[in-house]
C-alpha cells in the first residue's frame, strides 16, 4: 500500500461524512418547508435545495472519481517494482496531487457547508420571530405552549399564561399615523422583555396583542403584568415631537389539573376581557372560577388632598360609600357576564 494512503483514506471518510451532513440537512430543511412557507420566500427556498442537491451530486461525483484515479495509480505501483525507482516516485507524486486536489475539495466543502448553515439559521430566526418587534411570533408562541403542556402532562410542571393588549390601539394609529403605532409597538416590545425577561417566552400574538409564558404561580405572573402595566404607564414614547400616552390591560391564567391548552387560553382571555370592561389600564387573574382584579385601584373620592389636611367632609364620604358601592355593583355585574359568556362558550364547544 502507498505511503499516503492513510491521507486518502481519511480524506475520503471526511468526504463521505460532509457529504451525508449535506443531504441530511437537505433533507430536514425540506420537511421544515412547510412550517415557514409564509415567512420565507417559496422560490428561494427552492432554488437554495436545488443548489445543495446539485453541489451534493457534483461532490459526490469527484469523491468517486478520485477513488478510481487513486485506485489505479496504487495498482501501477505495485506491478512497477521492477521498472526502477523513477517511476514509482512519479506514481507516489500523482498520488500526492491527487490527496491534495481531494483536501482543497474537502476545504471548500466545508465553507459551503458553513454557509449553507448559516442560511438555514437565519431562516429559522425568521421563522420564529416577529419582523417588526423582535419577540417570538404566534407559531413560535404556540409551540412553546405545546412544550410546557407536555411536561405539564409528564411531570406536572405547571405554568401560567398571560395575555396583555394595548390598550385604544386603533385610536393611536388613526390620530397619530400607523407609524407612530410601529413605534409604540417596538417600545413596549421593549418593556416587555425587560419586565419579563425571567418568563419562558414572550411573543406578539397578533396585532396589538402580546402573551407570556412562564413557570411561576398566577399569582406571581399577574403581579409581573401588573408592574409592566405600571411601568407602561410611566412610559414617554416620542414620535415625530408628538408624545404618545400608553397603558395596558392584562388577563392571566393557569394551569388546571385535566386541563387543555384551548381552555387554558380562553380563562386567559377571559380575564383580558374583564380587565377591558373594568375600565383598562389594570390586570385581571382567572382562579379557575371566576376573573378577580389584581391592580390596586383606588376611588377618586378617596385620594388624600396634598394642599389641605381637613378631614373629609360628610358629603365627601356620602361621595366615597356611593363610589364603592358603584364599584361593588361593576363587579357583579362583570363577574355575571364573565360566567355567562363562559357558560356559552362551554356549550359552543
Given at each position: ?46 432554488t437554495f435545495l436545488r443548489n445543495l442537491s446539485n453541489w ?255 378631614p373629609l367632609t360628610r358629603a365627601q364620604a356620602q361621595a ?30
Amino acid at each position: 500500500m502507498p505511503p499516503n494512503a492513510p491521507i486518502f483514506l481519511l480524506g475520503l471518510v471526511v468526504g463521505t461524512v460532509l457529504l451525508a451532513i449535506g443531504l441530511l440537512l437537505g433533507f430536514w430543511f425540506g420537511r421544515k418547508s412547510g412550517a415557514t412557507g409564509d415567512v420565507v420566500d417559496r422560490q428561494q427556498f427552492l432554488t437554495f435545495l436545488r443548489n445543495l442537491s446539485n453541489w451534493t451530486n457534483e461532490f459526490s461525483g469527484d469523491v468517486t472519481r478520485y477513488q478510481s484515479q487513486l485506485s489505479n495509480i496504487n495498482e501501477r505501483a505495485i506491478g512497477s517494482k521492477a521498472a526502477g525507482s523513477q517511476e514509482v516516485v512519479d506514481l507516489l507524486a500523482q498520488i500526492m496531487t491527487a490527496n491534495r486536489q481531494l483536501q482543497e475539495r474537502l476545504e471548500s466543502a466545508e465553507q459551503r457547508l458553513e454557509s449553507q448553515t448559516d442560511q438555514i439559521s437565519n431562516y429559522l430566526t425568521e421563522a420564529r420571530t416577529d419582523g417588526l418587534t423582535g419577540l417570538f411570533n404566534r407559531r413560535a408562541f404556540d409551540k412553546a405552549t405545546d412544550e410546557l403542556f407536555a411536561d405539564w402532562q409528564k411531570k406536572e410542571q405547571a405554568f401560567s399564561l398571560g395575555l396583555i393588549d394595548i390598550d385604544h390601539f386603533k385610536q393611536i394609529n388613526d390620530t397619530y399615523g400607523h407609524p407612530a403605532g410601529d413605534a409604540v409597538l417596538k417600545h413596549i416590545s421593549n418593556t416587555l422583555q425587560t419586565e419579563l425577561h425571567q418568563s419562558v417566552c414572550v411573543a406578539r400574538y397578533g396585532g396589538e396583542e402580546f402573551a407570556m409564558l412562564t413557570l411561576a404561580s398566577a399569582e406571581d405572573a399577574a403581579a409581573a403584568l401588573d408592574q409592566l402595566r405600571s411601568a407602561v404607564c410611566k412610559l414617554e414614547i416620542k414620535h415625530d415631537d408628538q408624545l404618545i400616552a400608553v397603558t395596558l390591560s392584562a388577563g392571566v391564567s393557569r394551569i388546571e389539573p385535566d386541563d387543555k391548552i384551548g381552555k387554558l387560553v380562553r380563562r386567559a382571555d377571559e380575564a383580558l376581557y374583564a380587565a377591558k370592561l373594568g375600565g383598562r389600564n389594570r390586570v385581571y387573574l382567572h382562579d379557575g372560577a371566576i376573573c378577580r382584579l389584581i391592580t390596586q385601584i383606588l376611588p377618586e373620592a378617596l385620594v388624600p388632598q396634598t394642599q389641605s389636611s381637613e378631614p373629609l367632609t360628610r358629603a365627601q364620604a356620602q361621595a366615597a360609600d356611593e363610589t364603592l358601592a358603584r364599584q361593588t355593583r361593576v363587579q357583579e355585574r362583570l363577574k355575571r357576564i364573565v360566567e355567562e359568556e363562559s357558560q356559552r362558550i362551554a356549550e359552543r364547544t
